[in-house]
C-alpha cells in the first residue's frame, strides 16, 4: 500500500473522528443546551445533511478539474474554518449556519477521498477502498464514544475538539501527502538513473534539447 495512501487513511479518521463527536450530540445540544424544538432540531441536522449532498457534488466537480489533492484541501478548510467558528459562536442561529458549512465541507472531502484512494493505488483494486470504508467506522466508533463523554464535563470542550481534529486532517493532508508524492518522485527518480541505460537517457536529452 502506498505510503500516501496511509496518510490519507489516516487523515480520514481524524476526520471522521472529529465528525463524530458531534454527529450523536446535536439534537440533545440544541433541544437542552439551546431551547429549541425538536422540529427544528430536526430541520438543522437536514441543512447539514443538504450540505453534505452539495458538497458531494462539489467535491465531485473539483476532483475531475484540480484534482484529489487540492480538492481534499478546500474541503479539510472548509470544514476546518466552519468548525472554528462553531467553536467560539455555538448559540442560535449561528448554530445552525455553521453545522451546514461543516456539512459541505464534510461533503467535499468524503467523495474526493474516495476517489483518491483509488488513484494513489490503482493496482490495489477494491483494497484501497475497503481500507478507507475501515478508517471511516474506526473514526465514528471512536468519535461517538469520545463525544458523549467529553460533553458530560462540557459541551464546549466537544466543539474545541472536533476543531483540533479537523485541523489534525488538514495537517495531515498537507504535509502527508506531499511528502508521500515527494518520496515518490524521488524513487522515481532514482529508478530512472539506475536503470535506464546511459544511452537512452543521452538521446532523451538531446530529444528534450531540441524540442
Known amino acids: 500500500m502506498p505510503r500516501a495512501l496511509w496518510w490519507l487513511l489516516v487523515g480520514m479518521a481524524l476526520n471522521v473522528t472529529g465528525g463524530s463527536f458531534l454527529w450523536p450530540l446535536n439534537t440533545i445540544y440544541l433541544h437542552e443546551q439551546l431551547d429549541q424544538p425538536l422540529a427544528v432540531a430536526g430541520a438543522v441536522l437536514m441543512l447539514n445533511s443538504g450540505g453534505s449532498v452539495i458538497g458531494s457534488l462539489i467535491g465531485g466537480v473539483l476532483f475531475d478539474r484540480i484534482g484529489g489533492f487540492r480538492a481534499l484541501l478546500i474541503g479539510a478548510c472548509v470544514t476546518m474554518a466552519a468548525s472554528a467558528g462553531l467553536s467560539v459562536w455555538h448559540g442560535w442561529p449561528h448554530y ?23 488513484a494513489l493505488w490503482p493496482e490495489g483494486g477494491r483494497r484501497a477502498f475497503n481500507a478507507l470504508y475501515v478508517a471511516q467506522n474506526v473514526g465514528v466508533a471512536i468519535g461517538s464514544a469520545l463525544g458523549g463523554l467529553v460533553a458530560s464535563y462540557s459541551f464546549s470542550f466537544v466543539f474545541l475538539a472536533n476543531s483540533l481534529l479537523y485541523a489534525a ?43
Open 96 to 118: 445552525a449556519v455553521f453545522l451546514a458549512l461543516i456539512g459541505i465541507g464534510s461533503g467535499i472531502v468524503f467523495p474526493v477521498a474516495s476517489a483518491y484512494a483509488g
Open 169 to 211: 486532517f488538514l495537517l495531515i493532508v498537507t504535509i502527508g501527502l506531499l511528502v508521500g508524492f515527494a518520496l515518490l518522485a524521488a524513487a522515481a527518480a532514482l529508478l530512472y538513473d539506475r536503470w535506464l541505460p546511459k544511452s537512452a537517457r543521452e538521446t532523451e536529452e538531446k530529444t528534450a534539447a531540441t524540442v
